[in-house]
């Protein structure tokens, strides 16, 4: 089965053909292309949701132009014209449905929702949130998706979500627990604006942190004894603020040890909460997703955390560049849940969460 993937929650506008082979435990990506407006908000420090919605209406077509003309030319095709390589390609069309911002989320559910109404093809809306777990299921150099077992435990952290989830196939699951205010990568993305450094605070703070050597700074774990699956960055953050406006100047260094701290008391909460949920349900596997799943001081100290623990469990991280948006894990996601849908009920949902 061949779909033809489209993401377009935020600021990325991503487009994607995958195949999933009969009854395989993987797919594989065909062609994909992503667009950002990433530097724009870079400028403003955020992201202004009209601005990321302008954007993803310039880069829609164009990003969907490419990927059909690069998988025309690699398998030769004598037909050029979008519309007869989808007819004839594609199998089904998957869009991000949501959560996102509405105005972005719009831009991709109606390109789609085109699609399969002048094509006649099945229309797969889904959930961005698993689709970012569904990134390990992504066969590019990544082997270790023949791991993967039920049930799973889920860990998605992203620049709106941190939440836990148990899957018992790709279609049940439920929900473990959450943050009950910021999430992780908004911690990190709130603390690299205290810190003056470039939006998006993750990958920088990340970099900052690798300065430290010997930690003079330290914060508080949030919720790290809490016997619950729950998760709260708030409090860090204004934790760094107090420490922030004490210090008064940010030499390099301070910005260092803060970002080293911020960092370990992300990372300690995270690695904790998941392998006690993977320990209580007997889960062999644990799949971890989002932006903050690119953070390597959280693979290594889950990795930490699996040796001192002894669990008997594999925890996979999706390759580096589908921890971020892109449309490649919308495929993925479409191509194992398999609800194809009348393009008249799909809709943009902002708020969607787990149903
Ligand atoms: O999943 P994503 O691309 O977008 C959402 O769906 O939200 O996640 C973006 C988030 C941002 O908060 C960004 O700071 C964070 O992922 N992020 C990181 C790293 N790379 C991206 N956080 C920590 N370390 C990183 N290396
Ligand atoms: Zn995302």
């Excluded at 033809?4 to 797919?27: G, K, M």
């Excluded at 690699?74 to 007869?84: D, I, P």
């Excluded at 972005?104 to 006649?120: D, M, P, Q, R």
Aim: charged share 20%; net charge negative.
């Amino acid at each position: 089965m061949k779909i033809l993937a489209i993401e377009t929650s935020c600021d990325e506008t991503s487009v994607a053909i995958v195949e999933r082979q009969e009854s395989a435990h993987f797919v594989t990506v065909l062609a994909e292309a992503t667009a950002t407006s990433l530097p724009e908000h870079a400028q403003t420090g955020g992201i202004i949701p009209e601005n990321a919605a302008r954007k993803q209406l310039e880069f829609i077509l164009p990003t969907l132009q490419k990927v059909l003309d690069d998988y025309a030319n690699q398998n030769s095709l004598s037909y050029k014209h979008v519309h007869e390589i989808v007819k004839r390609e594609i199998d089904a069309i998957a869009v991000t449905y949501g959560p996102g911002l509405i105005g972005s989320l719009l831009v991709g559910v109606e390109t789609a929702k085109t699609l399969s109404f002048v094509l006649n093809k099945p229309l797969l809306p889904v959930n961005h949130l698993i689709a970012h777990l569904y990134a390990n299921f992504i066969n590019s150099e990544n082997e270790n998706v023949k791991k993967i077992q039920f049930p799973f435990i889920g860990l998605i952290v992203s620049g709106g979500h941190t939440d836990l989830l148990l899957f018992t196939s790709h279609t049940s699951y439920s929900w473990l627990g959450g943050t009950r205010d910021d999430a992780a990568g908004e911690a990190f993305d709130k603390v690299g604006r205290l810190l003056e450094l470039p939006y998006p605070g993750g990958p920088e703070i990340e970099r900052r942190a690798r300065n430290v050597s010997d930690a003079s700074i330290s914060f508080t774990s949030p919720l790290l004894h809490s016997k619950d699956y729950d998760f709260s960055f708030s409090g860090l953050k204004t934790e760094a603020l107090r420490c922030v406006r004490k210090e008064k100047k940010l030499t390099d260094g301070f910005v260092d040890a803060v970002s080293y701290a911020l960092q370990k008391a992300i990372v300690d909460v995270l690695v904790k909460k998941t392998l006690c949920a993977a320990h209580e349900h007997n889960a062999p596997t644990v799949l971890i997703g989002g932006g903050v799943a690119a953070n390597s001081v959280l693979t290594h100290c889950f990795n930490d955390g699996l040796s001192s623990s002894k669990l008997d469990v594999e925890i996979l991280f999706p390759e580096r560049k589908y921890c971020t948006d892109n449309a490649a894990m919308i495929g993925a996601y479409a191509a194992f849940c398999n609800t194809a849908t009348d393009w008249h009920s799909v809709k943009a949902d902002p708020e969607v969460y787990f149903s």
